[in-house]
């Protein structure tokens, strides 16, 4: 049973590209939660997505990034017009539809490092 | 609002002896604590859960934490380091949603044969 799938797990990204980081949520799953770990500073929630829905991104920075989760493939993380201060790991999680033991189901992928150079 | 402080960003040990990470929290309600950890090239894994119920929380692999209101703290243990302990790991603090989580800068283990 493949866990939380991220890829690319390195990215290189000249400032003002694009960078589209991509999640497949384990099997079964279909909540989907992005956190960003920025140098020195621990993981900090950015947005959280169910199928076709995005429930809270009350964490999402205002301008330049967006998520997605669409019915079919995985969830994409997109950051436009990158500058250096989006070098960061990018953590992706999933769940399950119901769960009933306190956050015991969130599901952690191994992240993205994205390089702005 | 929550916050984590880890103190200690490495942490080395020598097989065998106690480990110790540090593990302090803020938070504007009662919390939630966890620690995750995160093997080299894997996905964080959660290691234990700190929820209301008994203040000495015991996890996988042998680890286990505290909890103490008094000292707003949540130290992990493991009486004895194995080589295979060497990871990093991250406490966090959940002030009531199931997946906003706050997360400390995480603390490296490394462990001496």
């Known amino acids: 049973n493949a866990g939380v799938m991220q890829n690319p797990r390195h990215l290189v990204r000249r400032r003002g590209q694009e960078a589209r980081l991509r999640c497949s949520p384990m099997?079964?799953?279909?909540?989907v939660y992005w956190y960003r770990q920025l140098p020195e500073e621990g993981l900090k929630f950015m947005v959280y997505?169910?199928?076709?829905?995005?429930?809270?991104e009350s964490g999402m920075p205002k301008e330049r990034f967006s998520a997605e989760f669409p019915k079919e493939g995985p969830s994409i993380l997109r950051i436009q017009q990158v500058v250096r201060g989006d070098s960061a790991a990018y953590f992706c999680?999933?769940?399950?539809?119901?769960?009933?033991?306190?956050?015991?189901?969130?599901?952690f992928g191994s992240g993205t490092q994205l390089s702005v150079l | 609002a929550q916050s984590v402080t880890q103190l200690g960003s490495h942490v080395s040990v020598s097989e065998g002896a106690l480990v110790l990470l540090r593990c302090n929290y803020s938070?504007?309600?009662?919390?939630?604590l966890f620690w995750y950890v995160q093997y080299p090239n894997q996905g964080l894994q959660l290691l234990l859960k700190?929820?209301?119920?008994?203040?000495l929380v015991k996890g996988i692999n042998g680890f286990e934490a505290e909890f103490k209101k008094s000292e707003t703290s949540f130290h992990l243990t493991k009486p004895s380091a194995h080589m295979s302990d060497a990871a990093e790991y991250f406490c966090?603090?959940?002030?009531?949603?199931?997946?906003?989580?706050?997360f400390g800068k995480g603390t490296l283990l490394t462990v001496n044969p």
């Open positions: 700190y929820t209301s119920a008994a203040t």
């Open positions: 999680a999933s769940s399950p539809p119901i769960w009933t033991d306190y956050n015991e189901k969130l599901f």
């Open positions: 997505l169910q199928k076709e829905n995005i429930i809270d």
């Open positions: 966090a603090v959940s002030g009531g949603s199931n997946y906003k989580l706050t």
């Open positions: 099997k079964g799953h279909s909540h």
């Open positions: 938070s504007s309600v009662p919390p939630y």
